[in-house]
């Protein structure tokens, strides 16, 4: 079993930034790959960014390419989502959410671990 639990979220103009926190505990950290995923209201659950194990691979959807950037520390047991630019679209719940499986899935269906999700509005 892994816990994960999403910190950072928050309103904040179009164009500003924030930096979502995902704190993981229970089993090796190491061991998952970690995705970010965000739901907007009426919409499905999307995929944001990725990244591997050891840091040496990360994916993006393409509207978040340039103004996202997703990391970890493993010694922390935490991954992190930096968002710049952002836009009234990138409104939604951001999850993070842990995958033991081949690395760069972006079905959240393949991800085994989630957290409860923040809050990110975006004002226009």
């Known amino acids: 079993q892994v816990q994960l639990v999403e910190s950072g979220g928050g309103l904040v103009q179009a164009g500003g930034s924030l930096r979502l926190s995902c704190a993981a505990s229970g089993r090796t950290f190491s061991y998952y790959h970690m995705g970010w995923f965000r739901q907007a209201p009426g919409k499905e659950r999307e995929f944001v960014a990725a990244i591997s194990i050891f840091r040496t691979n990360t994916h993006y959807t393409d509207s978040v390419k340039d103004r996202f950037t997703i990391s970890r520390d493993n010694a922390k047991n935490t991954v992190y989502l930096q968002m710049n630019s952002l836009k009234p679209e990138d409104t939604a719940v951001y999850y993070c959410?842990?995958?033991?499986?081949?690395?760069?899935?972006?079905?959240?269906?393949?991800?085994?671990?989630w957290g409860q999700g923040t809050q990110v509005t975006v004002s226009s």
């Open positions: 959410a842990a995958d033991s499986g081949v690395f760069g899935s972006v079905l959240w269906s393949k991800y085994e671990y």
